[in-house]
């Protein structure tokens, strides 16, 4: 087609697109207000009023779409005539990807690949030899000499920074901690730190400190604001924890650092400047990017591979700037500091020999509470020893200085729960103390020391380096995985405790059924599900949050005063979302989420995320009802007979949830549907119900769904006799609520699944009156089982049931096969597996073989099919769904496992692939990111295994698979074309890290996975991948459909009368790159717990893969432009002001005054990749 006949289709096509949504949106006015008319009339001349003013409000609402429809018009039509640029799912040619043209809309993300320069950490895994050579005192590192005239013309500055680290939670208990420890820290801190000004700290964990706050009186608060401005107490970080960076999501990671620095602007008015993380087990660069989005400047790290600080230290490397691998500019760099030894505490940081530093820990001075097991005990420091002691100080300062490009020096003085007794104060400042006087009383040692805090020793640093002109290296990549001695990696806390990654199993209820697992537990008699990832414990605060500023605008829209509903618990609700942060927040903590806390410690945190999560269930249920009403006048509060409820309920903390059953009758139930993303999708979603005859209608358009009746089993061969799943597919606009009838149909009307159940060498035979079940007969038991839909079509094993081969309309079939294995850790006296390390058996995994062969059972429905296996120790599906758009192009995945019965084993999934990805493959860092990982024969099985907190791809020139999943877990490709995937760990012992526990509170634990193979058009040149990718678009929708499903919520019996509408706040969806990541309320600054007019807006753009065009094309568009119009993105939805601010909402980080955008057209700009954060009042 010529160019200029394209553009008039094109353009024509827009043209009817949008008189099309005119006449639809004049339509769905006259419709309900004719609905409006026929109801009975109430007679009040003022509900005639307001039915006037909504009236007028609609067209005035009208006549400003219309006004943009044709300001878009235009715009579309400049630019079509400018360049080539197309609303891309309308004009993707199919073809294009695979002629090797880029994805039209793909230029930014490509440019971004291209811009590659300073140090690529996985350059230096390829040249490093990993030979861990025994260094003298300084054991992994090498032996450091100077001449003694360095420091001559600039002394060595020295900042010795007292710091104390307190877990939220391990050993013991948050509140434990705080109680035995933390409190009594702070308090000494206030009084010792004033005793001297030259004395210092900073502290990290707003968690404890916010608690602390609540406790000490206003002399002590205003003795803190002094300590603070005067830079004796510095704030390091901010965030509420210091998060794991391996198995959180980026959600929850910023959403704990945004709590602790709000509190911070509230309470103390400060703003950090420098992270501190001395103890997450790894560092990803998804942190850097949040520190760097909050306003930070710098950073400090701890816990990388022991190879790779001493490559950094030969290198003079401890020292960079971090740059994000998508990042062509200098935009995300901050300055990183890498500390060169072993560990954070005292023996390990003032120089290279322990058994030298281990002397200057004077909480280790004989009678103490602790030694050096050096056997070198400390002493104090008197006139007599002063000059020798300080002698030997300075000589490891020294050492420790030359590893670094400046004469700056930074030595912490700390350890885990430090400065408890007044006492440590005072040896550790009163001795340090003297050996500074001494330092500067003898300018000849070039030496200026002092206590310092992090920011005191960047603010030197910086000065240094540009007094000197010297440039930090810059650095791309991540650190993980983390080994801190031999073959010590620190990869089973990927998996550690994935029951407990999903959070407890009392949580698990709240989730939804689409992605349920039945089965039927035999000590409690009861079918139940279990589903609840960290994530969905994320998601759950984020669904919330949108949910409730959505119903907070909406109210104030309807008032013409901006006044809230009357009786709306709108303040109640704002605390119940600020606990429900703040739990979300504490349980990213670096022994949480990671699964290496004691066993109480985990029941802890469960119990507080169970009940913020069902505090937060009723915001929902609220703010949902409250939208949904036709009348608003109607809306009646009552905590105790809610309008609408989850459709699972848990009765207790530690009873099963349960599915609620629906009866169901010739009067309609009404289900209602929330859609957490900005997509309009097209979704399956389940209930149970007491009828197997059921059907579904769309309350609004009376339109009947589609429908399908499956059984439920009670056990893997015997199905329900009195409960049914109902399946039916739900078209969901945008963040909206749909309210669907449930009723009860006529006998066999309900189209139901029919069943296939096989078990070699021993037949089964099931009988059931409401499904037809067969079995295989004669040559059909050795042919494969076969699936298919319109997209794909998939083998699987008649023996196993497990996935062989799958083929895309396209004609591309791939060898994609499941299987099954076991780990087993060492033998001997060696250290073992526990709930950090992964030492897995010599001999490697085991393919799992189980004793019988597994029942396998064949469902074949009109919305899905799948293919289920019962296996001794899991129970595998694999599910097709008859959709027509890309939801259909996936396969789901789910696994339910129980090795209880276990003894220091690990299950682990593997797919093995003929994808020829040599030896890469790609993980992503905390959802946020891709990073390609190269598997390397010469380190040790366990080191090859990385985080993979939701995605995971391999690729070859023609195709791509995708795994993305709701849980973390660990991964590896440890041959070609394979993955392994960890599902669960049960180890009897402790590793020797501090925790003094084995892992063996093993849960019946589930996950979920979607996998996606998509042809790789002529873009693709590299056989593994470039050093930098992105997931392609129809991965980031189906990852977006897994981790943020749909809620169901039903109204309860008596409440049928009220007349729902549905609310769709959006017209269209956003596009298909950019993610609502959050629409957070914030609290008023007058009035404490209470929320304002303000909402922070937070947008990701996502960066895409640019080779192939999604095939089937999505629903949503996308496009090369920067800029965007915000106004059109969330119409209808109206912001009175956009402000764009620091990604945690510090005023310090608004833009100016002048920069606030109040009228429309309000433009932002969202670069691919970047999270931009607005300050918005919406209308
Ligand atoms: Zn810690």
New binding site residues.
């Given amino acids: 087609m010529k160019r200029s006949r394209m553009l008039a289709v094109l353009v024509g096509g827009i043209f009817c697109v949008a008189v099309m949504s005119l006449y639809r949106m004049l339509d769905l006015m006259q419709g309900s207000e004719s609905k409006r008319y026929g109801e009975p009339p109430g007679g009040q001349v003022d509900e005639d009023l307001a039915h006037l003013q909504q009236k007028i409000d609609g067209l005035e609402r009208l006549l400003s779409d219309n006004n943009r429809l044709v300001a878009m018009l235009r715009d579309t039509l400049l630019q079509s005539k400018a360049s080539a640029w197309k609303r891309a799912n309308n004009s993707i040619d199919s073809a294009l990807g695979r002629r090797g043209e880029a994805l039209p809309g793909c230029r930014l993300a490509k440019e971004m690949k291209d811009g590659v320069d300073g140090v690529q950490l996985l350059d230096v895994y390829d040249l490093l030899p990993f030979d861990n050579p025994d260094g003298g005192p300084w054991k992994q590192g090498f032996e450091i000499t100077y001449k003694g005239d360095e420091w001559s013309e600039q002394p060595l500055e020295l900042f010795l920074i007292p710091h104390s680290?307190n877990?939220p939670g391990?050993i013991k208990t948050f509140d434990a901690y705080y109680h035995d420890q933390t409190r009594h820290i702070l308090d000494n801190m206030v009084v010792k730190l004033s005793e001297d000004n030259r004395r210092k700290l900073i502290w990290a964990e707003i968690s404890y400190f916010s608690k602390w706050w609540n406790d000490i009186d206003d002399q002590k608060r205003a003795a803190v604001k002094r300590l603070v401005e005067a830079g004796q107490l510095e704030l390091v970080t901010g965030g509420w924890v210091?998060p794991d960076e391996a198995n959180s999501h980026y959600f929850a990671m910023l959403d704990q650092l945004m709590e602790g620095h709000q509190w911070l602007q509230k309470h103390l008015g400060v703003k950090p400047r420098s992270g501190w993380a001395i103890?997450p087990f790894g560092h990803s660069p998804s942190m850097a990017y949040l520190l760097k989005g909050a306003g930070l400047h710098n950073m400090l790290i701890q816990r990388v591979h022991y190879s790779i600080k001493k490559h950094f230290a030969q290198q003079q490397t401890l020292e960079f700037l971090w740059r994000q691998s998508w990042d062509s500019s200098s935009r995300s760099d901050i300055t990183c500091h890498m500390m060169p030894f072993y560990s954070y505490d005292v023996p390990h940081t003032c120089g290279p020999n322990p058994a030298v530093c281990c002397q200057f820990d004077f909480q280790r001075l004989p009678g103490r509470r602790t030694f050096c097991p050096w056997k070198i005990p400390p002493k104090p420091i008197t006139d007599q020893n002063v000059h020798e002691r300080a002698l030997l100080l300075l000589d490891q300062y020294r050492q420790k200085s030359r590893l670094f490009r400046s004469s700056v020096l930074l030595v912490p003085l700390g350890d885990?729960f430090r400065y408890v007794e007044s006492s440590e104060w005072d040896v550790q400042f009163n001795n340090y103390q003297k050996l500074f006087d001494y330092f500067n009383q003898h300018p000849e040692l070039h030496i200026k020391a002092r206590f310092g805090t992090l920011s005191d020793y960047f603010q030197a640093l910086h000065r240094r380096l540009s007094t000197t002109r010297t440039t930090l290296p810059k650095l791309r990549g991540d650190f993980f995985s983390y080994a801190d001695r031999d073959d010590h990696y620190w990869t089973g806390y990927f998996t550690s405790r994935p029951f407990y990654k999903r959070l407890d199993r009392k949580l698990e209820a709240t989730l939804r059924y689409r992605r349920s697992v039945w089965l039927h537990d035999t000590h409690h008699d009861v079918v139940f599900i279990f589903m609840v990832t960290v994530y969905e414990s994320s998601f759950c605060v984020r669904a919330t949050e949108i949910l409730f500023s959505l119903t907070l605008a909406e109210m104030r829209r309807s008032h013409s005063d901006g006044r809230l509903a009357e009786n709306f618990p709108a303040r109640e609700y704002f605390q119940w979302l600020t606990t429900g942060r703040r739990n979300l927040a504490l349980f990213q903590h670096?022994?949480a989420v990671a699964g290496t806390e004691r066993e109480h410690v985990v029941v802890d945190y469960g119990t507080r995320l169970f009940q913020s999560i069902l505090n937060l269930h009723q915001v929902l249920q609220s703010s949902a009802h409250w939208l949904l009403l036709l009348d608003k006048s109607q809306y009646h509060h009552d905590q105790s007979k809610p309008f609408l409820q989850m459709d699972e309920v848990i009765s207790a903390q530690d009873a099963l949830p349960q599915k609620t059953t629906l009866s169901l009758s010739y009067e309609p139930r009404s289900l209602i549907i929330f859609n957490p993303t900005e997509q309009l999708r097209t979704s399956v979603i389940s209930v149970v119900v007491d009828s197997p005859d059921a059907q579904v209608i769309d309350a609004e358009t009376g339109r009947q769904m589609s429908t399908q009746i499956s059984a439920v089993w009670a056990e893997p061969s015997r199905p329900s006799t009195d409960t049914f799943q109902l399946s039916f597919v739900a078209e969901l606009p945008p963040l909206s609520l749909v309210v669907y009838h449930v009723t009860k149909a006529s006998s066999g009307s309900t189209p139901r699944v029919r069943y296939t159940v096989h078990r070699r060498g021993n037949p089964l035979d099931i009988h059931t009156e409401h499904f037809q079940v067969s079995s295989l007969q004669g040559s059909e038991a050795d042919a494969p089982l076969s699936l298919s839909n319109k997209h794909v079509q998939i083998w699987s094993s008649p023996e196993t049931g497990l996935l062989e081969k799958l083929r895309l309309q396209s004609g591309l079939v791939r060898k994609i096969q499941v299987q099954f294995l076991w780990y087993g850790t060492r033998t001997g006296s060696r250290d073992k597996s526990g709930a950090y390390l992964f030492l897995p058996a010599d001999e490697g995994a085991q393919l799992y073989i189980s004793s019988e062969p597994p029942l396998v059972r064949i469902s074949r429905g009109p919305i899905f099919s799948d293919i289920t296996s019962h296996f001794p120790h899991f129970t595998h599906t694999v599910r097709l769904f008859h959709l027509d758009g890309h939801a259909g192009k996936s396969l789901e995945i789910s696994n339910l496992v129980d090795i209880r019965s276990q003894v220091n084993r690990e299950l682990v999934m593997k797919i093995v692939s003929d994808v020829a990805s040599g030896n890469r493959f790609y993980s992503d860092l905390n959802g946020f990111q891709m990073q390609q990982r190269r598997t390397l024969a010469k380190l040790p099985l366990q080191a090859n295994f990385y985080p993979m907190t939701s995605a995971v791809f391999l690729q070859d020139s023609t195709s791509r698979l995708s795994l993305l999943s709701a849980q973390s877990q660990g991964v590896a490709s440890l041959k070609p074309g394979e993955l392994e995937l960890v599902l669960d760990r049960r180890l009897q012992q402790d590793d020797n890290r501090g925790l003094g526990q084995g892992v063996t509170d093993n849960k019946l634990t589930a996950s979920l996975y979607h996998l996606l193979l998509e042809d790789r058009g002529g873009g693709a040149k590299e056989v593994g991948g470039a050093s930098v990718d992105h997931l392609s678009l129809l991965a980031h929708l189906a990852s977006l459909s897994l981790c943020h499903p749909p809620m169901t919520m039903v109204a309860t019996s008596n409440s049928q009368l009220l007349k729902l509408r549905p609310f769709q706040p959006l017209h269209s969806s956003l596009p298909c790159d950019i993610h609502l990541l959050n629409l957070r309320t914030l609290e008023d600054t007058q009035e404490a717990d209470t929320p304002s007019q303000e909402t922070a807006l937070f947008l990701h753009r996502k960066g895409f893969d640019c080779s192939t065009a999604p095939e089937p094309a999505p629903q949503c568009t996308w496009s090369e432009h920067e800029e965007v119009n915000l106004d059109d993105l969330f119409s209808p939805l109206q912001f009175q002001s956009v402000r764009r601010s620091g990604l945690t909402l510090l005023r310090a980080d608004d833009e100016p005054e002048s920069a606030q955008q109040r009228h429309p057209p309000r433009i932002a700009q969202l670069r691919p990749m970047e999270i931009s954060a607005f300050r918005v009042q919406m209308d």
Wanted: hydrophobic share 25%; glycine share 0%; no cysteine.
């Fill in positions: 680290h877990d391990w210091m103890d885990d670096h022994d």
